[in-house]
């Protein structure tokens, strides 16, 4: 399940979307919602390649965003995953105060929190092994999570 390059890919999408929604939510009232060169990166058409079938019911603006999603996952994972190594990401995230989360031993997720996640890649850009480590605004740690060999 982790081994698949969709996994990877997924990945990408997911910090696509949360880099898109941090820049609106912090570009403030005066500047642009996105810089130019990832405005062009939206509005370009999606590969043959990563251009799948038309869900049923999906409208023309839906088709277009996922054709636009599916477009930049290609670029990012072109661009940043270019055979084996390490890939990290660090992200944060912040929630609804009104809803409540809790980890698996019974501990509340914190409302906003960072989480830094180291991937080793192999030849095939595949995730071979990955540690993430989940921590409070404050750095204090809430939650260490690692994958071995599928496990």
Known sequence: MFKS???????GVILLLMSLAMGRATAGSGGPAAP???QEAI??????????????GETDEQEAIRQAVQT????WSDTLLQGSGWLHMVTHHTRNKDRVSSLPNGQAIPLNYILETWY???DRREVVEAITLMRSEEGQPVQVSTFRENT
């Open 43 to 56: 509005d370009a058409p999606a590969p043959a390649s990563v251009a799948s079938a038309r869900s049923e």
């Open 120 to 122: 080793r890649l192999d």
């Open 36 to 38: 130019p060169a990832q």
């Open 72 to 75: 930049l996952v290609a670029r």
């Open 5 to 11: 390059r969709r996994f990877v890919i997924g990945i």
